[in-house]
């Protein structure tokens, strides 16, 4: 037998939980342009209230209560926060941690050891519409799906936006609340909206 310690979203101790040392079942993925890893069947802790659909998982990824994922691909050892959703499509890498109330959509891949803050919003439509010109209700194939990339390394901070058609570089920070309207360079900081770099780098 192993003891978890699940904390509240209060940040209190919950009752630990005990987890059967069981074999889950697993199954051989490649993301992207990665090598196939192998993947978990459900996340390495428990935690009540979360809705996990269709979700490849590496080994020990954490994912907190009150939380979406569906369609997508989790690295090992990432953690996911509470009042999380993570979108049909959307791909984040291993070692990863991304906090409370962050929004991933499809179409946004977020590579390995990438820290997403409180609240990160990421968005894939450049020009989003809830109908077409007669009135009726958008559907899948009313508007054009642009992907995002964040590349190993990279730090987000809390309440910033990332708008499509992005790719922030490795080791790149964004500062908290920024708007990031085009691409940031591996290893700079940008800050404000719309985002702007920093002089110096962050990765020396």
């Not at 993925?29 to 802790?45: K, Y």
């Not at 499509?89 to 409180?118: E, M, N, Y």
Request: glycine letters at 12%; one cysteine or more; hydrophobic letters at 40%.
């Amino acid at each position: 037998m192993r003891v978890l310690l699940i904390k509240s979203p209060r940040g209190e101790s919950a009752t630990p939980r005990r987890r059967e040392n069981r074999r889950r079942p697993r199954v051989h993925l490649a993301v992207g342009d990665r090598a196939p890893e192998t993947t978990a069947s459900a996340p390495a802790n428990e935690a009540p209230h979360r809705l996990i659909d269709d979700v490849a998982f590496g080994e020990d990824v954490v994912v907190h209560p009150f939380t979406n994922l569906y369609g997508c691909r989790i690295g090992a050892g990432t953690r996911i926060g509470t009042f999380v959703e993570i979108q049909r499509g959307a791909t984040v890498g291993a070692s990863c941690k991304l906090q409370s109330h962050t929004f991933v959509c499809d179409g946004v891949r977020i590579g390995d050891r990438v820290f997403v803050g409180h609240g990160v919003t990421f968005i894939n439509d450049k020009r989003p519409r809830a109908t077409r010109a007669d009135g009726s209700i958008q559907a899948a194939a009313d508007w054009e799906l642009r992907e995002t990339v964040v590349e190993d390394g990279a730090s987000i901070g809390s309440g910033a936006t990332i708008l499509c058609g992005v790719t922030i570089g490795a080791g790149a920070q964004v500062g908290a609340g920024a708007v990031v309207t085009r691409d940031v360079p591996a290893g700079r900081t940008v800050v404000g909206n719309p985002a702007a770099v920093l002089g110096g780098r962050t990765d020396r």
